[in-house]
């Protein structure tokens, strides 16, 4: 298997699920603890295109920071990417990226078809 990249959050449930279940196929995921490392734009664009999805379906719904911010009563697209950037907890997670393509691991199941 190629490399396998997933966009981790340590306190998060389905993100460490995704992550024993990558492990328990045998992979050794590199981690990126997007949280600690914001991702910056260049590279949070490139995942949004490798998802084929907008900032705003990458959202993470109902999170305090987005709702301050007013990105969940039509900010705009351009307005949620750069707040992204600016406060990576609004990212949905994980994020699991191999050479095959990028999914938004929710439910996990959904990375068995970038394998």
Same mark, same amino acid.
């Given at each position: 298997? @190629?490399?396998?990249?997933?966009?981790?959050? &340590? @306190? $998060? *449930?389905? @993100?460490?699920? %995704?992550?024993?279940?990558?492990?328990? /196929?045998?992979?050794? !995921?590199?981690?990126?603890?997007?949280?600690?490392? /914001?991702?910056? +734009?260049?590279?949070?664009?490139?995942?949004?295109?490798?998802?084929?999805?907008? !900032? @705003?379906?990458?959202?993470? !719904? *109902?999170? #305090? #920071? =987005?709702?301050?911010?007013?990105?969940?009563? =039509?900010?705009?697209?351009?307005?949620?990417?750069?707040?992204? $950037?600016?406060? !990576?907890?609004?990212?949905?997670?994980?994020?699991?990226? &191999?050479? #095959? *393509? %990028?999914?938004?691991? +929710?439910?996990? =199941? #959904?990375?068995? %078809?970038?394998?």
């Amino acid at each position: 298997m @190629s490399k396998v990249v997933i966009w981790h959050h &340590t @306190s $998060c *449930g389905s @993100s460490r699920g %995704a992550l024993e279940y990558l492990e328990s /196929k045998g992979l050794e !995921p590199e981690v990126y603890l997007y949280m600690k490392e /914001k991702p910056g +734009r260049a590279r949070l664009e490139a995942v949004l295109k490798q998802l084929q999805l907008k !900032p @705003s379906e990458l959202l993470r !719904p *109902g999170e #305090k #920071k =987005g709702e301050e911010l007013g990105l969940y009563h =039509g900010a705009s697209e351009e307005a949620i990417l750069e707040a992204m $950037c600016e406060h !990576p907890i609004l990212i949905q997670r994980p994020i699991v990226i &191999t050479e #095959k *393509g %990028a999914v938004l691991a +929710r439910p996990k =199941g #959904k990375i068995d %078809a970038i394998l």
